[in-house]
Nanobody, 115 residues
């Protein structure tokens, strides 16, 4: 059974940092592409950053220079380091695990940026 579990969310002040972690089990982790998405209230879920099985990263424009995605294949996890957080980064952040036609999502972790 595949499990995808996010952690690391919370409340942070503008300009602060958080590190999200996504642990995946029940798969050969190194075979999968990983992505972080987010969904704010009333908005559609959107891609934030992704990393391929080969380690190639991709970021959407509004997080470039602030967020860093990385993966640790030995620990079966993908990280999202978020720096200089802004109120508009407030959302539920989801981890997506994908390989060909197989896609798995976690339950999400809430990130709130507020003073």
């Amino acid at each position: 059974q595949v499990q995808v579990v996010e952690s690391g969310g919370g409340l942070v002040q503008p300009g602060g940092s958080l590190r999200l972690s996504c642990a995946a089990s029940g798969i050969i982790f190194s075979d999968y592409n990983m992505g972080w998405y987010r969904q704010a209230p009333g908005k559609q879920r959107e891609l934030v950053a992704s990393i391929t099985r080969g380690g190639i990263t991709n970021y959407v424009e509004f997080v470039k220079g602030r967020f860093t995605i990385s993966r640790d294949n030995e620990k079966n996890r993908v990280l999202l380091q978020m720096n200089n957080l802004k109120p508009e980064d407030t959302a539920v952040y989801y981890c997506r695990v994908e390989r060909f036609t197989r896609t798995y999502w976690g339950q999400g972790t809430q990130v709130t940026v507020s003073s």
